[in-house]
Nanobody
Framework: QLQLVESGGGLVQPGGSLRLSCAAAGFTLENYIIGWFRQPPGKERAGLSCITSWGDRTTYADSVKGRFTMFRDNALNTAYLKMNSLRPKYTAVYYC???????????????????WSQGTKLTVAS
């Protein structure tokens, strides 16, 4: 059984920071790339970042470059997303997902990821 358990969402004031975690259960992450996605209310799910299976290269959507940081710890079988300078527009459900392989796709690819977390909600408001 493959499962991704996500945690760390909640209510944050504008300008605040938050860290999400994504832990794998029932399998080992070392052979998978990992991606983070978000889905704002009433909008489509969009890719935010992707990290290679070795953790040596990370890519980000232009909208979050310099604001979000993704990293992984294969020894702990967990990936993370650190979010800084949060704005109300970032209110959304956030997901992590994995795909078998070593390299991230050149462009955003929702269908490349076959295993998804349950999602966690982030609300940025005063």
């Amino acid at each position: 059984q493959l499962q991704l358990v996500e945690s760390g969402g909640g209510l944050v004031q504008p300008g605040g920071s938050l860290r999400l975690s994504c832990a794998a259960a029932g399998f080992t992450l070392e052979n998978y790339i990992i991606g983070w996605f978000r889905q704002p209310p009433g909008k489509e799910r969009a890719g935010l970042s992707c990290i290679t299976s070795w953790g040596d290269r990370t890519t980000y959507a232009d909208s979050v470059k310099g604001r979000f940081t993704m990293f992984r710890d294969n020894a702990l079988n967990t990936a993370y997303l650190k979010m800084n300078s949060l704005r109300p527009k970032y209110t959304a459900v956030y997901y992590c997902a994995v795909a078998w392989g070593a390299y991230c796709p050149q462009t955003a690819c929702y269908d490349c990821f076959g295993c998804w977390s349950q999602g966690t909600k982030l609300t940025v408001a005063s």
